[in-house]
């Protein structure tokens, strides 16, 4: 696609449940990243992928929080069991290469969990 | 770990006023250094970069030099417009730890008429 595409814009679910956000990148980008802003706490760096393999996990808040990546493209961000404090505007980003190249951002998603 | 410290905002200016929003870094290696931007209601996008000690990026009338001695990556801009009004995000990646993107807080500037 044209640039970085997340779904949903906007998601609203119970405390408890499970959510899945995805994001699809420029395409032929090898790296894609994920980010939470939370109001005040600028851009929290959750995970990157080089590929499909995720070399840097130490991001993830919980292990309520996983990602995968297949095909080298279309990644997943899932979070089980969501709490109030999982509420913020996660944002997907790639580049063509891991490090040293410009960042494209999607346009994120607001998940707000009530 | 590496890291992004950059000054806390908001900052509020008139149009035509001299800006400087202050970043400086942690990091192990040679990261290359960037400031994004994000206008009311857009995404983040790059505004500018440095791949090396006293490169200086440039765009926009915003410039930002690579400076290794004091670790720092300051933007600065000569005349401020209304347009300008955005928050900006000073980031680093790369360097000996392999570090991949990561940003600091973000510094809001609110420009007015």
């Known amino acids: 696609g044209a640039g970085v595409s997340q779904s949903p814009s906007n998601k609203v679910t119970e405390k408890g449940k499970d959510v899945e956000l995805r994001c699809d990148p420029i395409?032929?980008?090898?790296?894609l990243y994920w980010y939470r802003q939370s109001l005040g706490q600028g851009l929290e760096f959750l995970i990157y992928?080089?590929?499909?393999?995720?070399?840097?996990k130490s991001g993830l808040p919980s292990d309520r929080f996983s990602a995968e990546r297949t095909g080298g493209s279309v990644s997943t961000l899932t979070i089980q069991r969501t709490q109030q404090e999982d509420s913020a505007v996660y944002l997907c980003?790639?580049?063509?290469?891991?490090?040293?190249?410009?960042?494209?951002f999607g346009q994120g998603t607001r998940l707000t969990v009530v | 770990g590496d890291s992004v410290t950059q000054m806390e905002g908001p900052v509020t200016l008139s149009e035509e006023a001299f800006l400087t929003i202050n970043c400086t870094y942690t990091?192990?290696?040679?990261?290359?250094l960037f400031w994004y931007v994000q206008y009311p209601g857009e995404g983040l996008q790059l505004l500018l970069k440095?791949?090396?000690?006293?490169d200086k990026g440039s765009n926009k009338g915003f410039e930002a030099t690579y400076r290794k001695e004091t670790t720092s990556f300051h933007l600065e801009k000569g005349s401020v417009q209304v347009s300008d009004s955005a928050v900006y995000f000073c980031?680093?990646?790369?360097?000996?730890?392999?570090?991949?993107?990561?940003f600091g807080k973000g510094t809001t500037l609110s420009v007015s008429s």
């Open positions: 395409s032929g980008h090898t790296a």
């Open positions: 980031a680093l990646s790369g360097g000996q730890a392999g570090t991949a993107l990561i």
């Open positions: 980003a790639s580049s063509l290469y891991y490090m040293n190249t410009e960042a494209f």
């Open positions: 992928f080089q590929g499909n393999s995720a070399p840097d």
């Open positions: 990091a192990t290696g040679y990261p290359s």
């Open positions: 440095a791949t090396k000690a006293d």
